[in-house]
């Protein structure tokens, strides 16, 4: 059982459509990370959100945190065959520097 | 920097044979992961260390596993012996100090057991 839970696992989508990834966890997070990783390639660091709430936006990218910080999503307007990867949400657990990862979305977008 | 470095990239080695995965993290970072990702388990921390020192292998799967940071700049994930279940990618990642910070990572040393 993975602390931290993502849905959905596999989505294709048509480019210039909108999608909508979850990142769940029964506990409390000081804080959450999303990640993107390309075939070949370690995990590349997105964006962090910090307080229970926030909303961060990265181009067509919008990151929220929940407010009980538990929970993240991962929204992307147009998407375009270039944001094809997986994404991963990762969250330190502990109090401390361990950084403990979700199982990830798997992310096509088809041209 | 270069980032972090991981060697070999690909590793194809026979069933019961040792295995010495090699990182080289960023230069001044003072955390260490091994993270192996696979389909079915996705990226699972094996071990991370502090200044050298290892905090946490509770991640580590069998006492075949094991990992050493002999200084600040070299850490080594050894497999004794492997199995076709340890088929994975394995990655190594670096970090500063502090709440929140970005987690580098090498490109990953893809193994085969077969």
């Known amino acids: 059982t993975q602390l931290l839970e993502q849905s959905p696992q596999f989505l294709s989508i048509q480019e210039g459509e909108n999608l909508t990834v979850y990142c769940n966890s029964s506990s409390v997070f000081s804080s959450l990370q999303w990640y993107r990783q390309e075939p070949g390639e370690g995990p590349v660091l997105l964006v962090t959100?910090?307080?229970?709430?926030e909303v961060k936006k990265l181009k067509r990218l919008t990151f929220q945190f929940g407010d009980a910080r538990k929970d993240s999503s991962l929204h992307i307007t147009a998407a375009q065959p270039g944001d094809t990867g997986l994404y991963l949400c990762?969250?330190?657990?502990?109090?401390?520097?361990?950084?403990?990862f979700g199982g990830g979305t798997r992310l096509m977008v088809k041209p | 920097d270069a980032g972090v470095i991981q060697s070999p990239r690909h590793e194809v080695t026979e069933m019961g044979q040792e295995v010495t995965l090699r990182c080289k993290p960023i230069?001044?970072?003072?955390?260490l992961f091994w993270y192996r990702q696979t389909m079915m388990r996705g990226l699972e921390l094996l071990i991370y260390?502090?200044?050298?020192?290892?905090?946490?292998d509770s991640g580590m799967p069998e006492d075949r596993f094991s990992a050493k940071m002999p200084n600040a700049s070299f850490s080594t994930l050894k497999i004794q012996p492997s199995e076709p279940r340890d088929s994975a990618v394995y990655f190594c990642?670096?970090?500063?100090?502090?709440?929140?910070?970005?987690?580098?990572f090498g490109q990953g040393t893809r193994l085969t057991v077969v």
């Open positions: 959100v910090v307080t229970g709430g």
């Open positions: 990762a969250g330190f657990y502990n109090a401390g520097n361990m950084l403990t």
């Open positions: 260390f502090n200044n050298n020192v290892p905090i946490d």
């Open positions: 230069s001044g970072h003072d955390y």
């Open positions: 990642a670096s970090s500063f100090t502090g709440m929140n910070t970005e987690a580098f």
